[in-house]
């Protein structure tokens, strides 16, 4: 009686312990995917809330760069609060309200968002306050009027004319100040480098107006600059910088007209004098600094919060979800483990009574039946065979034997004399029964994988001329012809000799033994008068030998029996004349040990052609 199977074994108890693992995995799984993608949404949002930051505070910088004050900030101020829904409100510095989109009596937030001043900008607000941090769009008295504004845009017109014609493609952009320029595909203004026949210089020479503000900027840095230069001081003036989208002024220092250097902290300074005297001339023409308030005093970061009532939800949830879990478990398990349980009974069964498990279900436990059934039909019919081959065993054993010990015994008793024909038959039905005693073991030999094999080099047309040879007086004394035919192969598999005959790495002897007993079977097979062909070629990569006889043939219905052991195509020959039935076997073993095959063709009244295929040995 088998022992019981652990609880912790059992299939059922598996499977329900693997359910109950996905669904808290698969829980934890949801649980956590919502936070993440309820976090990652909050960041979301906070960073579009950041980008509309950034675009109101462009907006309102604008504004204070292109204008001298704020007293009609607050129509800017409600449009802005109307697109992004946020409050908006714009203090002086000592908190007095100048704008706000919301009504007077509303707290404002603790802490200002950010300062709005268009002289000390950060970079992020407007591209183009990288290098001077004032905003790009105050502009002040280099504001070019309409004369002026028109001439700049004919000369941009005639320069653009004059890049096209020589090959570079540019599109007109007008800077804050109203001054026209060129900017290629890339965005460089003026075309990168210039071509000869453009290069006037027309385009980018000051105009009165600017001419003007550049002698009053230069004004205003005169002094700083001095203090830079020492006593070189016409060393550094202030220039207007054309070669950008920009309002940009930077020193200019005539170190080639002097020929005196200057020194990289010289030129630094000579840089924050003109920008401070930029930021001195443009202050009467730009709004006064302001604070900036977004929001509704709300300053708290968002933060995911579950309540008590959601939690019990969620709890709720994964509770019914285990349940449901467990309970499909449980019914899949069971229906299962029964057809398991059926197929383990059947196991149990005493091996005669060969039992059968019915098929019930098309998935993998309803393959596994079929197998099972298949294998009790596999064990049933060997059990069959080996009741047959022990029969035909004990048969082929024991007629020698009865004639041996016949013989022996009307001998012993002095019915006959032991005279040489006598000794000739007793040593003919030793010989009998010690060839059937070889096939035997070479059969059993096989099956047990212990059938050793001595592999060398081998030709072909000597391994046949040397069956042909043990071969020719029985063929003779049966009065059939035995031929050889070898068909040499030119060398395209670069082995075998320069005359193109085959090679094979076998067992010589084995070899010799399986063609022996074709040849054999072919001889009790042939009437006289009859022929018998052994023939060699190489095909592929394959050596192909072939036994051909004009024999009487083999039914159709006997071709799937001829290999196996003790059969006979005629029931009524003896072991004398129709052999032991084990040689056709001994002959398919020792092909499938060398790598190879073996098959028949064969039709009544014509003859039979066994052929037998083994590896190339290039």
């Not at 004399?417 to 039905?429: I, M, R």
């Not at 072919?522 to 036994?547: N, Y």
């Not at 002959?587 to 190879?596: C, D, I, K, N, S």
Request: with cysteine.
């Amino acid at each position: 009686m088998t022992r019981p199977i652990p609880l912790r074994k059992r299939l059922l108890v598996r499977l329900l312990i693997t359910s109950v693992l996905i669904a808290i995995c698969s829980v934890a799984a949801t649980a956590w995917l919502a936070v993440e993608t309820t976090t990652r949404a909050i960041q979301e949002e906070q960073g579009q809330v950041l980008t509309e930051d950034m675009d109101i505070l462009r907006q309102l910088s604008g504004y204070a760069a292109t204008h001298r004050d704020w007293s009609d900030v607050g129509k800017t101020v409600r449009a802005l609060s109307d697109r992004t829904g946020r409050r908006i409100a714009l203090t002086a510095p000592d908190r007095t309200p100048i704008a706000d989109s919301e009504t007077r009596d509303t707290a404002l937030p603790p802490r200002a968002a950010a300062a709005v001043d268009p002289l000390h900008t950060d970079t992020f607000t407007e591209p183009g306050a990288q290098r001077t941090g004032i905003d790009p769009r105050a502009v002040g008295p280099f504001r070019l009027p309409g004369a002026e504004r028109e001439r700049v845009r004919l000369l941009a017109e005639k320069r653009r004319a004059c890049f096209s014609i020589n090959g570079v493609e540019t599109t007109i952009t007008q800077m804050p100040s109203g001054r026209s320029v060129l900017v290629d595909e890339d965005g460089t203004v003026d075309g990168g480098q210039v071509p000869t026949p453009c290069a006037d210089g027309v385009l980018n020479t000051p105009t009165a107006t600017e001419e003007k503000a550049l002698a009053e900027l230069n004004t205003y840095a005169g002094d700083c600059l001095k203090g830079v230069g020492g006593k070189f001081p016409s060393l550094f003036a202030a220039t207007v910088d054309f070669t950008d989208r920009s309002m940009l002024t930077r020193y200019l220092g005539r170190k080639a007209e002097t020929g005196i250097d200057t020194t990289r902290d010289q030129d630094k300074k000579a840089q924050e004098c003109v920008d401070r005297a930029r930021r001195q001339q443009l202050e009467p023409y730009v709004a006064p600094a302001a604070e900036l308030f977004l929001g509704r005093g709300d300053s708290a970061v968002p933060h995911f919060d579950m309540s008590a009532a959601n939690k019990a939800k969620v709890t709720g949830v994964a509770g019914l979800v285990l349940a449901l879990t467990v309970a499909v478990t449980v019914l899949v398990a069971t229906r299962l483990v029964r057809p398991l349980r059926a197929l383990t009974h059947a196991a149990q069964q005493p091996p005669e009574q060969h039992v059968r498990v019915p098929v019930t279900t098309q998935d993998e436990t309803g393959i596994l039946a079929v197998a099972f059934n298949d294998l009790a039909d596999r064990r049933e019919r060997m059990e069959a065979q080996r009741k047959a081959m022990v029969a035909d065993i004990a048969h082929e054993l024991r007629t020698p034997l009865t004639n041996i010990r016949g013989w022996l015994e009307v001998t012993r008793d002095g019915v006959v004399d032991p005279d040489p024909e006598l000794l000739a038959s007793l040593h003919d039905e030793a010989v009998v029964l010690q060839r059937v005693i070889d096939d035997l073991q070479d059969l059993a030999a096989a099956d047990a994988g212990t059938l050793r094999l001595h592999r060398e080099p081998v030709r072909a047309d000597e391994l046949l001329e040397q069956v042909v040879a043990a071969h020719r007086v029985a063929a003779e004394g049966a009065g059939v012809r035995l031929h050889m035919s070898v068909a040499a192969s030119q060398g395209s598999h670069g082995s075998g000799d320069s005359d193109g005959t085959p090679w094979l790495d076998a067992d010589p002897v084995r070899m010799r033994q399986a063609l022996g007993n074709l040849v054999s079977n072919a001889i009790r097979h042939t009437p006289a008068d009859g022929t018998i062909t052994l023939s060699c070629r190489r095909q592929d990569d394959e050596v192909v030998f072939e036994v051909a006889d004009t024999g009487s043939g083999i039914a159709p219905e006997d071709l799937p029996s001829v290999f196996e052991r003790f059969w006979r195509a005629e029931k009524s020959r003896s072991r004398r004349t129709g052999g032991s039935g084990l040689g056709l076997s001994i002959v398919r073993q020792l092909v499938t040990a060398h790598g190879g095959t073996v098959t028949v063709t064969s039709e009544l009244g014509t003859g039979s052609v066994f052929t037998l295929r083994l590896p190339d040995a290039g």
